[in-house]
């Protein structure tokens, strides 16, 4: 492994809340790589939803014991690994940060999907019990260490919402010009308001300011990156072992949308495409995500500095394009299906994301070579693959029908 040409200018003690998730897991391993110090905590939820779901990654992913084994022996390096609920075992918590007397604290563990977070009174509760204490109890842990701990954490794009009528989002903060009693016009800066779409993208937007408040009241140094949607399985580390591989999700609720299109094509499966195909979103390679979070973490904001918000994303598609591309690159077909979402049919969007690039980010775009990567990967795990998982059958509202073909 080239270790001189990635080392991170300074070592540092990191605590990855989420390490063993999608991005999570190839995160700690990278912090890891470049000569951070990464101890995981994480309380498996996830892997028990592949059993409530029924619907495991495609890719045959190991015990965290054996993830860790391997690292070991490939690398040479140890990350230790605390089984912990963020949500409701505060004090546990606690005594972890207060042991390892982290620098960084990099907080992925939230309930993450959109469809699971709409299954259900159950899901939609459990996701904003999850998710909110989580970050609380992260926070004031945070305060509790009495320690100058960066706090680095995966918001969505989705906070913004998908329309911004040909204004480039910007990366957090919005200027706007308000007129005083006195009829004076001065300008102030304001959180860019939120506008989630399911109950999952709201917990993100509550998260936004319980940032706020803690950065305020008690001056925590807060990065919060604003990803889009995030393609992809292997990074640099996870391809150096078989028993390091990352998490392929390609089931309704978790599987995210070129993903799923790339897995479809590669078991002959016809795309997914939800409605007309007009929605714009962000998207993100994976060895991109844990790019961008090394350097958010190389680039803490200062003691008395607001939240620093990143939008960590490095291009916008259309859903109907990518299925075309998918399409053209497979031969597959696509079946147009009736949306289960509750959200616009057609929007446009553009989005600043000056601040990665000023920090060095040297964006993946989409190219045949990784798109050809993902498609290899799932034709590999094909035989796992349990295709009645593919279709979205989580709707946003009760009068709503899951994911049909569209009647011409
Ligand atoms: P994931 O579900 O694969 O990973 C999340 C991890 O957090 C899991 O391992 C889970 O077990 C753990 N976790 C959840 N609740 C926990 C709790 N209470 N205590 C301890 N551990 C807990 O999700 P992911 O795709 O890796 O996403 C990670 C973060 O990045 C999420 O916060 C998500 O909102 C954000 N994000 C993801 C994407 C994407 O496309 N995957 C895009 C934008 C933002
Ligand atoms: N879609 C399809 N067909 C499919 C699946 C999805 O057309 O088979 C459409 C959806 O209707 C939606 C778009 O593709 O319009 C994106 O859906 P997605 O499931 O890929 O993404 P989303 O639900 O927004 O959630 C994902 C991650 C979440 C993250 C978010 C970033 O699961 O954690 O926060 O992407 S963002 O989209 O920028 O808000």
Redesign the pocket.
């Known amino acids: 492994m080239d270790w001189k040409n990635n080392q991170s200018e300074s070592h540092k003690k990191i605590i990855v809340l989420g390490g063993d998730g999608f991005c999570g897991w190839p995160t700690s391993l990278h912090l890891s790589n470049v000569g951070h110090d990464v101890t995981i905590i994480d309380n498996l939820s996830r892997r028990n939803i592949d059993n409530e779901l029924e619907a495991e990654s495609l890719t045959p992913i190991q015990p965290m014991g054996t993830r860790l084994q391997a690292w070991e022996e490939v690398s040479g390096k140890k990350i230790r690994f605390c089984n912990i609920d963020i949500a409701d075992e505060y004090e546990k918590l606690l005594q972890v940060i207060n042991e390892e007397q982290p620098d960084v604290i990099v907080h992925f563990a939230e309930q993450?999907?959109?469809?699971y977070s709409m299954k259900s009174p159950q899901h939609k509760r459990y996701t904003v019990n999850n998710n909110i204490n989580a970050t609380h109890n992260v926070l004031c842990a945070i305060v509790e260490s009495g320690r100058d701990i960066h706090l680095v954490h995966?918001?969505?794009?989705?906070?913004y919402g998908?329309g911004t009528a040909g204004m480039k989002i910007p990366e957090g903060y919005l200027n706007v010009e308000v007129k005083t009693e006195q009829g004076e016009r001065i300008e102030q800066e304001i959180l860019y308001p939120t506008n989630p779409?399911?109950i999952?993208?709201m917990t993100?937007s509550q998260d936004q300011l319980l940032f706020f408040y803690y950065n305020k009241n008690d001056n925590v140094r807060i990065t919060d990156l604003?990803?889009?949607?995030?393609w992809g399985t292997n990074t640099k580390e996870t391809k150096l072992d078989d028993r390091l591989i990352n998490r392929f999700d390609y089931d309704?609720d978790?599987?995210?949308?070129?993903?799923?299109?790339l897995m479809?094509a590669a078991v002959g499966y016809p795309?997914?495409?939800?409605?007309t195909?007009g929605?714009t979103?962000?998207?993100i390679h994976i060895q991109d995500t844990v790019r961008c979070i090394q350097l958010a973490i190389e680039n803490p904001p200062a003691r008395d500095e607001r939240v620093m918000i990143f939008n960590q994303?490095t291009e916008t598609h259309r859903?109907k394009d990518l299925?075309e591309l998918v399409s053209e690159m497979t031969d597959g077909d696509i079946a147009y299906?009736t949306?289960?979402?509750k959200?616009a049919a057609e929007n446009e969007l553009h989005v600043e994301n000056n601040l990665f690039l000023s920090k060095g980010l040297e964006p993946i775009t989409l190219s045949n070579g990784l798109l050809q990567e993902v498609t290899d990967i799932a034709r590999e795990y094909a035989y796992r693959a349990d295709l009645s998982k593919?279709p979205?059958t989580s709707t946003w509202t009760k009068e709503q029908k899951p994911?049909m073909p569209e009647q011409n």
């Open positions: 993450r999907a959109a469809p995966l918001g969505t794009m989705g906070v998908y779409g399911s999952y993208h993100k604003h990803q889009g949607i995030v309704g978790y599987g995210t949308v070129l993903n799923r299109f479809q795309i997914t495409v939800h409605g195909g929605q979103r962000a998207f994303m859903v299925a299906v949306n289960p979402r959200e593919i979205a994911g």
